[in-house]
């Protein structure tokens, strides 16, 4: 939670840097940054990237939309405060199911499995040895 109000702290005092012209909002900002990528990492060692990222990001991001009509005095319209009801739905989803994920790495080969029935698990390695190198660097052949 330190990482997300952080990251609305981060992203609410970007404006404020006059795009990193202004010494004490630049050092503040850029401090603010240092700690708020540090508790992100403490973050991602209990929880797997792709559930505390979004988390993170999708709950910063409403908290500098309510920040931003709040404190700059900006004003979001229906389909903007809708969207962003969407991002909360979205977040709460991660929340519900991030216990029921699992990340497993074994022999270099990473295993994506979920608890619902009838899902097999995704071995991501086998994917990416499926792809061809010469179809990843055939497109962009110079002449």
């Known amino acids: 939670m330190i990482a997300v109000v952080c990251e609305i702290v981060w992203a609410s005092t970007l404006k404020m840097t006059g795009g990193y012209s202004q010494l004490w909002p630049s050092v503040f ?4 940054l240092a700690i708020n990528t540090y508790f992100i990492s403490l973050a991602v060692k209990s929880l797997p990237v792709a559930i505390a990222y979004p988390i993170w990001t999708g709950l910063g ?4 939309a ?7 005095d900006e004003s979001l319209g229906i389909f903007q405060i809708l969207c ?15 216990s029921e994920e699992a990340v497993e790495t074994s022999n270099s080969s990473v295993e994506v499995t979920n608890s619902v029935e ?14 061809e190198i010469q179809q990843l660097v055939e497109p962009i052949r110079l002449e």
């Open 66 to 72: 309510i920040g931003a009509v709040i404190f700059f």
């Open 61 to 64: 991001g409403v908290g500098v």
């Open 84 to 98: 962003i009801l969407l991002i909360i739905l979205g977040v709460i989803g991660l929340e519900a199911t991030k």
């Open 118 to 131: 009838g899902l097999e698990p995704i071995k991501l390695d086998e994917i990416l040895n499926s792809i």
């Open 29 to 32: 900002n850029a401090v603010i």
